[in-house]
C-alpha cells in the first residue's frame, strides 16, 4: 500500500495550509502539479482548479498565496510564452497576443510581452519560415504550380497570424531568391 505524503514530505506545511485532507490542501497540490508540468497564466490556473471542482472561496486565497510566492507571475509567462513560441512556433505579435488573451492575460502585460519582437525580428522569422519551406520542397515550374505554391506560403505565414502585406512580400522576395539560386546552379 503507498504512503499518501505531501510534496518533498512536507507535512507540517501542509497542515498550517488547513490539514492534509482539506480541500485547500488539495488545490495547492492540484495547483502544483498543473505549474510542474508548464507555467500557467493566474487566470488559467484559477479556470482549471474550478473546473476540477474548487471553489472561488479557496481558488482565490490560494492563487494570491502562489502569487506572494512567486510560482504565478503573469508578467514572466507572458514574456517566456511570447519568446518560445516565437522562436519555435514562428507566430507573429498578433498571434501571440491572442493566444495569451485566451490565457486570461492583461492587456498591459501582453503589450509589453509582444514589444520584445521588432517589427525587424518578425520579418525576419517570417523569411525564415519561407525559405526553410521553399528548401524542403521544390515547387514544380509552371504559372499554375507556382502561384498555387505561393498561396500556400502566404496561408502558412497567414496562419502563424502574419499580415498579408508582409506575407505577401516575404513570400515573394523569398520565391526570387530561390529561383536566382536554382538559375545559378542550373536546375
Known amino acids: 500500500m503507498k504512503s499518501e505524503r505531501a510534496p518533498h514530505g512536507d507535512r507540517a506545511d501542509a497542515q498550517r495550509r488547513g ?3 482539506s480541500e485547500r490542501s ?7 502539479r498543473l505549474l510542474a508540468a508548464r507555467a500557467r497564466s493566474r487566470a488559467e490556473l484559477a479556470d482549471r482548479l474550478q473546473r476540477k471542482g474548487y471553489p472561488e472561496a479557496v481558488v482565490g486565497p490560494l492563487l494570491d498565496d502562489l502569487e506572494r510566492a512567486g510560482l504565478i507571475d503573469d508578467a514572466d509567462f507572458a514574456a517566456q510564452w511570447v519568446y518560445f513560441r516565437h522562436r519555435d512556433g514562428g507566430r507573429s505579435r498578433r498571434a501571440l497576443g491572442m493566444e495569451l488573451r485566451s490565457k486570461g492575460v492583461d492587456g498591459a502585460v501582453i503589450e509589453e510581452a509582444v514589444a520584445q519582437i521588432s517589427d525587424d525580428d518578425e520579418c525576419a522569422r517570417a523569411t525564415e519560415l519561407v525559405r526553410r519551406t521553399l528548401r524542403r520542397r521544390r515547387p514544380a515550374a509552371g504559372s499554375d504550380a507556382e502561384r498555387r505554391e505561393q498561396r500556400r506560403l502566404v496561408g502558412m ?3 502563424k497570424g502574419y499580415g498579408s502585406e508582409l506575407a505577401y512580400t516575404v513570400v515573394m522576395d523569398e520565391w526570387r531568391a530561390v529561383a536566382a539560386e536554382r538559375a545559378a546552379a542550373g536546375d
Open 26 to 32: 488539495r488545490a495547492y497540490e492540484a495547483s502544483l
Open 19 to 21: 490539514g492534509e485532507g
Open 157 to 159: 505565414l497567414a496562419r
